[in-house]
């Protein structure tokens, strides 16, 4: 059944920002961030504890959350991939983490260096840390449909590091179509096999938008009954571990769904836009959500 209420994850700040070949000004991520908050958006991935050499955009994340002007009730997020990552997030004051495994094989080497069971025992340690510390732990799966590496992924492969990682005490698992070529079809196919053995309030959907089915498959995600819903202003993003990959869903364009559904979000959409044309500007590039340009004005002249 269609939620009424859905839990929006605003991934802009990390996984929009993580992929950008030209560098970052440190006020301008402040401004998108403080941008998307106002808006009304409470759960902001705002960072991530990572090897710089890796994923050089985030390299600053320390001092964003330093610098974050606080809102209450909004929870400030990042990705840690390790125990140290964990320890650099929490001496930075994040509210929550997130871990970050994959369905394939490939991609779990190519990402984050090392094999599926590996990184889940690299977790064991960041999850006694982060209980201890009292943070909640969201998880990653990448790679749910298919790999850019080792191709179409069987959804048995998926629930299988889906309870993993929630056996882990991972609160929830975000469902990534990293190379967004999931179709409808094939997001109803994967919950058919997850829901047999999850429940729904421990999923999320993360959809990118490479192949413009996104919002197809957030619908089908919705009419599961899955809540929680990531995305990223202005379509930001991509990984840099799957080439040719787009952003992710664009904000604007599932919350322009969600108001004509009458599903509740709290979130401002005008206000949203306008984040994510100022954003947009600074990355010298036009907002990708299809809502957002329509409601923008063409420039004068
Ligand atoms: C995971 C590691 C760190 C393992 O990297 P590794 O090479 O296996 O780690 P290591 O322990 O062998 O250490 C190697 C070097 O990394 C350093 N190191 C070790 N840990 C850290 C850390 N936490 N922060 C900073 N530095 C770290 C460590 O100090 C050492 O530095 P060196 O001595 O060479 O100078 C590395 O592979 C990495 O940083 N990968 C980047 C992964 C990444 O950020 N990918 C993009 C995000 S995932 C994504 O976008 C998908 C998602 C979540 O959005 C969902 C979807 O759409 O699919």
Redesign the pocket.
Known sequence: MIPKQVKIVEVGPR?GL?NEATPIHHDDKLALIDGLADAGLRAIEAG?????K??PQMAGSGDVFAALQRRPGVVYSA?T??L??FE?ALAAGVDEVAV?AAASEGFSRK????SVAESLQRFEPVMVAASAAGVPVRA?V??VIACPYDGRIDASNVLNVTRALLDLGCYEVSL?D?VGQATPADTRRLLDTLLSAVPVGQLAA?F?DTYGQALANTLVALDYGIATIDSSVAGLGG???ARGASGNLATEDLVYMLNGMDIEHGVNLDKLIAAGNRISAALGRRNQSKVAQALTPPPAG
Not at 111 to 114: G, P, Q
């Open positions: 996984d993580q991530s504890f990572v090897n710089p890796w994923v990705l991939p390790n140290r990552g650099q970050f990402n984050i260096n090392c990653y990448s790679c990534g990293t993360h990118h990984c840099p571990y």
